[in-house]
């Protein structure tokens, strides 16, 4: 495993391929489920993954609590790397840092990519923008996630104890950032306007935790940005379509450059 | 040893209704608040009635459920305040890391204190599982906030001298100043439920009083034998009355009697951890070890399942435990006066001893006067032989 230091916080971190630098930053569960979008990706850029605090096998330093603690890293990430034009990816609660990121400064981000993104809030008080995923019976939390759970959930009994102490470490940090506001930032909505790159928001359109109807609000609510769904995907397109979604982003990526 | 009354005030006419879930999901129009008047007056009859026979008296809280309908331990604890002059009264208790206002618990405790003239003990909880989607705190920090809700409340009672400051992690109070001050000094005894040698440790080293609830013959030793190993590392000697066990109790005339009543008490215990599996580990609230072990076992319920074991270590299922099996896990002493005593006497032997018997002495479907009756036998055939147990 690798590891990625940034400042004093040390990090399990993924890597691949060459080129120009991709920021990926990952959901709340199903980590590992990631590595074929990573390798295709890959292809295209040198992809740089890192596992949040508290993730795997990833440190938390005592006072990283919220979304905002998640921001500043990997804003000095880029910093200390001294990354230029990234393109920023983010995937439900890694999106919701990417946004975080951009409110603050899009000075090293070339283009962002949202999918399925969490953090805001645009509904009532009584309304659910983002499903209780704590409060669903298992079948229905997996029928909501994935266009195909069969396909995309592994067999948890068949792992190590390495491997399921790393996934409910995951489970337990994406709780601590994420319970309370539930997985939204109430302030962010109205920061939205200083995402000031071009961005693509992809959204599953069978995504039962997010519905697309979030994701057209959210590309609106963004200062130029585009949308698109990716057919047969839940909550993680890019798992259940990785072909698709990497597409989306390269043709994105490639269109950016020639404007 | 001292003994004490315990109900969880269930709302059992909602039973039959429920299905696989009996907390946290169930709709309230299940609940009729006539019905459930004439059950709060029962129970509280019960409790005053110990006043008479000499049975200290403990109350406990959950919420979103139709197991307990004490939702607010400190409400029956006020009325029996009042209501009695001599037995002490055990909240266990207040579960301060779900609790956004430790202030407001320190002053609902201290007022009880003082209104009962200093006959209060008071716990501090930090709630099953199934209690955080009720109060919707954050599990992962459920411990961390635990800590400093107790730290705040005992500073908060024992800081005589005006106001002071809290800027804490989790609570941020500038002028904390609490009024009535408890009648206890330097406060009331604080007790904590603990279900693992690791959190005995924990509540050893701050000298607290341990309830130990539900963990039977078999864990029951290792969880003593922490608290006492610890306490005297940290110079404390570890008396019995810093152990506290609870067994739920049928006494009857005959074998047949006692055990029957038992039979419905053991109705808790049935029903206790009916919860939709999705309660019943929230993310964060275990050990990573421990989750990552539920997680390849295909969920909490299958962990606990396996937690109440007969003498030998055979596992029983608790939704269908029959009183031989709650006897001989040692969750309960049924009988005649002298089948619960010895039954207690050889638990209390097998553990090292404790000070403390938390007595279910209702639960379930066992009415008002089958419960009178219960007490009653109780103070009357095995309360004055208690004290031939020794330590």
């Known amino acids: 495993m690798e590891r990625i230091q940034i400042g004093a916080v040390s990090l399990e971190v993924l890597t691949a391929g060459e080129g120009p630098p991709l920021l990926f930053l990952h959901g709340g569960d199903y980590f590992l489920q990631n590595r074929d979008f990573i390798e295709k990706l890959a292809r295209h850029w040198r992809v740089i993954v890192p596992r949040h605090p508290g993730f795997g096998q990833s440190e938390r330093p005592d006072g990283f609590r919220t979304v905002h603690d998640l921001a500043y890293l990997y804003l000095d990430l880029l910093e200390r790397q001294d990354l230029r034009n990234v393109m920023l990816v983010g995937s439900s609660l890694g999106g919701w840092i990417a946004l975080e990121m951009c409110v603050r400064c899009v000075e090293r981000i070339g283009c962002l990519a949202l999918i399925d993104a969490l953090g805001v809030k645009f509904g009532g008080r009584e309304e659910r923008d983002i499903a209780d995923i704590y409060a669903l019976p298992g079948d229905e939390l997996l029928r909501r996630t994935f266009f195909d759970p069969r396909r995309a959930v592994p067999d948890y009994a068949r792992l190590d104890d390495a491997e399921a102490t790393a996934i409910v470490r995951d489970r337990a940090a994406t709780a601590l950032y994420g319970w309370r506001p539930y997985m939204?930032?109430?302030?962010?909505?109205?920061w939205l306007h200083r995402v000031r790159v071009l961005a693509l928001v992809l959204w599953?359109?069978?995504?039962?935790?997010?519905?697309?109807?979030?994701?057209?609000?959210?590309?609106?609510?963004?200062?130029?940005?585009?949308?698109?769904?990716?057919?047969?995907?839940?909550?993680?397109?890019?798992?259940?379509?990785?072909?698709?979604?990497?597409?989306?982003?390269?043709?994105?990526?490639?269109?950016?450059?020639?404007? | 040893m001292k003994v004490w009354h315990f109900s969880e005030m269930a709302y059992h006419p909602a039973w039959p209704q429920l299905g696989d879930s009996y907390r946290v999901i169930i709709p309230s129009r299940l609940y009729d608040p006539k019905i459930g008047a004439d059950l709060y007056h029962r129970y509280l009859d019960e409790w005053a009635l110990c006043d008479e026979l000499g049975i200290n008296i403990m109350t406990?809280?959950?919420?979103?459920?139709?197991?307990?309908?004490?939702?607010?331990?400190?409400?029956?604890?006020?009325?029996?305040?009042?209501?009695?002059?001599?037995?002490?009264?055990?909240?266990?208790?207040?579960?301060?890391?779900?609790?956004?206002?430790?202030?407001?618990v320190a002053e609902e405790y201290a007022t009880i204190d003082v209104i009962s003239r200093g006959r209060l003990e008071m716990g501090f909880v930090r709630g099953v599982p199934f209690e955080i989607s009720p109060a919707n705190t954050n599990p992962a920090e459920l411990t961390e906030r635990f800590w400093e809700a107790h730290d705040l409340i005992l500073k908060a009672m024992t800081s005589l001298d005006g106001p002071f400051n809290w800027e804490g992690r989790h609570f941020h109070y500038r002028q904390v100043n609490v009024w009535p001050r408890p009648y206890q000094q330097p406060h009331p005894p604080v007790w904590t439920p603990v279900g693992s040698p690791e959190s005995a440790i924990e509540a050893a080293a701050r000298g607290m009083v341990i309830g130990v609830l539900n963990t039977g013959w078999v864990r029951t030793p290792a969880i003593f034998e922490a608290y006492r190993s610890k306490a005297r590392e940290v110079g404390r000697e570890p008396t019995p009355d810093r152990l506290a066990y609870m067994a739920l109790i049928g006494v009857g005339e005959t074998h047949e009697e006692g055990r029957r009543r038992a039979d419905q008490i053991l109705g808790y215990s049935r029903t206790s951890g009916i919860v939709a599996p999705q309660f019943a580990n929230p993310p964060g609230y275990v050990s990573p070890r421990a989750a990552a072990q539920m997680l390849k076992a295909g969920g909490a319920m299958g962990a606990r399942a396996t937690r109440v074991q007969t003498k030998d270590g055979r596992p029983i299922n608790p939704r269908t435990m029959s009183v031989d099996e709650a006897i001989d896990a040692g969750l309960s002493f049924a009988g005649t006066p002298d089948d619960v005593f010895d039954q207690l006497r050889a638990f209390y032997n097998h553990v090292g001893g404790f000070g403390h018997l938390l007595m279910m002495g209702q639960g379930g479907l066992l009415n008002h006067e089958e419960t009178v009756t219960n007490l009653t036998l109780f103070s009357k055939s095995v309360l004055p032989r208690v004290g031939e147990l020794a330590g």
């Open chain 1, 184 to 190: 939204h930032n109430p302030g962010l909505r109205q």
């Open chain 1, 204 to 259: 599953g359109d069978n995504d039962g935790i997010v519905a697309p109807g979030y994701g057209e609000k959210l590309y609106r609510s963004l200062p130029d940005a585009k949308f698109e769904l990716i057919r047969e995907a839940g909550h993680y397109p890019q798992i259940e379509r990785p072909d698709e979604v990497v597409d989306a982003i390269e043709r994105f990526a490639r269109a950016e450059v020639l404007r």
């Open chain 2, 60 to 104: 406990n809280e959950h919420h979103a459920t139709a197991t307990c309908s004490d939702s607010v331990c400190t409400i029956p604890m006020a009325i029996l305040a009042r209501e009695t002059k001599k037995v002490r009264l055990l909240a266990l208790g207040m579960p301060i890391g779900n609790r956004s206002d430790p202030i407001r």
